[in-house]
């Protein structure tokens, strides 16, 4: 995304394709990140990069459109992602709680245990929904904003939520890195924060609603 008129705000903004390698494009330092180690994060550095009239995406100022209709697919997306999580986190939990005996017996024989394993996967089952429902509607071609943001937010809300109990269940064992519960805690996390913070997330929900209701 580059700024080609600061006078028309937001629709002086285009979008580009800069291929690499590119003369004046580099890569940064290299993120180490707290989840998601498998995808690799480092700033992009421009310094006189000359990008052709040609490598421009849509119309001129098209720009901030483009970047809200991808965010909004996105979103959905980061929704899918984060019921991966959450489930692994819960099959994990599942598998450990049939294994790991406390007082001569499984440990899903608590009740205690019983009811964070229904809680998760309430919460999973619910985002998945949203998630569903989100990308039929982007693909019948229907407007999808609030519904990719009430998935987002569910899913990653979820995701989160999931990994914290999973956590809990197998307790100390959860800590250690012997087991994968720690890494779905850590990867969770991010879910709640690209492609909009879970505050946004919930400010886009509430305005199209208020829209839906002829409240501007």
């Not at 705000?9 to 990140?33: Q, R, W, Y």
């Not at 965010?71 to 450990?96: M, N, P, V």
């Not at 071609?141 to 999931?162: N, P, Q």
Request: proline share 3%; net charge positive; glycine share 10%.
């Amino acid at each position: 995304m580059a700024t080609v008129d600061k006078s028309r705000k937001h629709k002086g903004i285009n979008a580009f394709i800069v291929p690499m390698p590119t003369p004046g494009l580099s890569l940064g330092k290299k993120e180490d990140k707290m989840g998601i180690k498998g995808s690799s994060t480092a700033q992009l550095i421009f310094e006189d990069c000359l990008v052709p009239k040609e490598n421009r995406l849509g119309e001129d100022g098209a720009g901030f459109k483009i970047a809200m209709s991808v965010l909004d697919s996105g979103r959905i997306g980061i929704a899918g992602q984060a019921l991966g999580i959450g489930q692994a986190a819960l099959d994990c939990a599942i598998e450990y709680s049939g294994k790991r005996e406390s007082f001569n017996q499984p440990l899903h024989k608590f009740q205690a245990i019983q009811l964070k394993l229904a809680d998760m996967e309430v919460r999973l089952q619910s985002a998945r929904l949203l998630t569903w429902r989100a990308a039929m509607l982007k693909d019948a071609g229907h407007k999808f904003t609030k519904e990719a943001a009430m998935a987002k937010l569910a899913a990653s809300e979820a995701a989160t939520f999931v990994a914290h109990q999973a956590l809990q269940v197998l307790g100390g064992m959860g800590y250690v890195s012997d087991m994968p519960v720690e890494r779905h805690y850590r990867d969770a996390r991010i879910t709640e924060i690209y492609e909009g913070t879970s505050e946004v997330q919930r400010i886009v929900i509430a305005s199209n609603l208020l829209k839906e209701h002829g409240i501007v």
